[in-house]
């Protein structure tokens, strides 16, 4: 008699986790009660790219090539999560659009964009409560929910207090970024190594590569803002600069170019802004430091006892997040 556990038929492969996460997602979306259903119903209409879940569930792949349902189940939850602070976050920033839809507030107004945020915390936290995490590991995921979110506020928050603040240290804006938005990507990486297969000793690994991967994905944001049209990235360009948010560009701009500071004060054109700040090696310095960061994660990756396909994924994901076409 062969002592081989049967496979359990309730875990998917990766792709199909995916599209189930992303139904999960929808359903939920589409069942929530009457009274807040027309404003979920909008989000609908604009999805994600899903790249936490997808993180999430890549780093959540079993040694036999298989994620189990509870980590559809916190993929969902973390794109529930992000998409929450989204609708916030359009809120604070007083945005047109989302997703190149409608910003929910600009249709509904702030008071039930506020309670529709709301609402997708409590379903994100109230569907991953149904997800079984690994025996021991149960805790963990309790308590990493509160923490993370508290990080990604905090961060907010911060950005929030230095908004024209044009003397912001680089030190002070990491700590900025690594808050509101790598929080949310760590924890998408250590929620995935907690419903994994993987080694205790993997944690940290895990945590890093996604608290890593989650600034890239922010420094590359940040360029954006100076260099893209807004076809591509579906928001206005710029926007960071004529709402008071100092990035890097134009941190590493004025330290370079002491000159800009007094024009900046004194309301300088975004095009003129943009030039200046490219002239003064802005962008060049974000890239490069981005450029490092990816090289660290991309080491980290290297590093985990994984199989050549979770590797593959996860630097897959590793150039999504860094704007490279995967
Ligand atoms: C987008 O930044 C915003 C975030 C990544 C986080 C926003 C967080 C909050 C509003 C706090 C939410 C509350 C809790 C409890 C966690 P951005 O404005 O730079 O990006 P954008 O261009 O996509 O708007
Ligand atoms: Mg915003």
Same mark, same amino acid.
């Given at each position: 008699m062969t002592d081989l556990k049967s496979p359990d038929p309730e875990r998917l492969d990766y792709e199909a986790s995916v599209a189930a996460a992303k139904g999960e997602v929808r359903r939920l979306l589409k069942s929530?009660?009457?009274?807040?259903?027309?404003?979920?119903?909008?989000?609908?209409?604009?999805?994600?790219?899903?790249?936490r879940a997808r993180t999430l569930?890549?780093?959540? #792949?079993?040694?036999?090539?298989?994620?189990?349902?509870?980590?559809? !189940?916190? &993929? @969902?939850?973390? $794109?529930?999560?992000?998409? *929450?602070?989204?609708?916030?976050?359009?809120?604070?920033?007083?945005?047109?659009?989302?997703?190149?839809?409608d910003a929910l507030h600009r249709k509904f107004g702030d008071k039930y964009a506020v309670l529709c945020g709301d609402f997708l915390f409590c379903t994100a936290i109230e569907f991953v409560s149904t997800a079984d995490a690994p025996e021991h590991r149960k805790n963990a995921v309790d308590r990493s929910v509160p923490k993370y979110l508290t990080e990604v506020l905090m961060g907010e928050l911060r950005q929030d207090q230095n908004y024209k603040n044009?003397? #912001?240290?680089?030190?002070?804006?990491?700590?900025?970024?690594?808050? !509101?938005? &790598? @929080?949310?990507? $760590?924890?998408?990486?250590? *929620?995935?190594?907690?419903?994994s297969d993987e080694e205790d000793a993997a944690k940290d690994s895990y945590r890093e590569i996604g608290d890593t991967i989650g600034l890239i994905f922010q420094l590359n944001d940040d360029c954006a803002d100076y260099e893209a049209s807004e076809l591509l990235t579906k928001k206005p360009v710029l926007s960071d600069y004529s709402r008071g948010v100092v990035t890097l560009p134009l941190i590493h701009a004025l330290k370079e170019d002491p000159s800009l500071i007094q024009k900046v004060e004194a309301g300088m054109e975004p095009?003129?802004?943009?030039?200046?700040?490219?002239?003064?090696?802005g962008l060049s310095y974000t890239h490069t430091k981005a450029g490092r960061l990816y090289k660290k994660a991309d080491t980290l990756i290297e590093s985990l006892d994984i199989g050549a396909y979770k590797k593959a994924l996860l630097k897959t994901l590793l150039r999504a997040a860094s704007g490279k076409t995967a």
């Open positions: 929530a009660p009457a009274l807040i259903r027309p404003m979920t119903s909008h989000l609908a209409r604009a999805a994600g790219k899903m790249i569930l890549a780093c959540a #792949l079993g040694r036999d090539g298989s994620v189990s349902p509870d980590a559809v !189940k916190a &993929a @969902a939850a973390v $794109e529930l999560l992000h998409l *929450a602070t989204l609708v916030h976050d359009d809120i604070l920033d007083d945005a047109e659009t989302r997703r190149g839809i044009y003397s #912001l240290s680089e030190r002070e804006y990491f700590r900025i970024i690594k808050g !509101k938005t &790598a @929080a949310l990507f $760590e924890a998408s990486f250590y *929620a995935g190594f907690l419903f095009a003129a802004l943009k030039i200046a700040v490219e002239a003064a090696g």
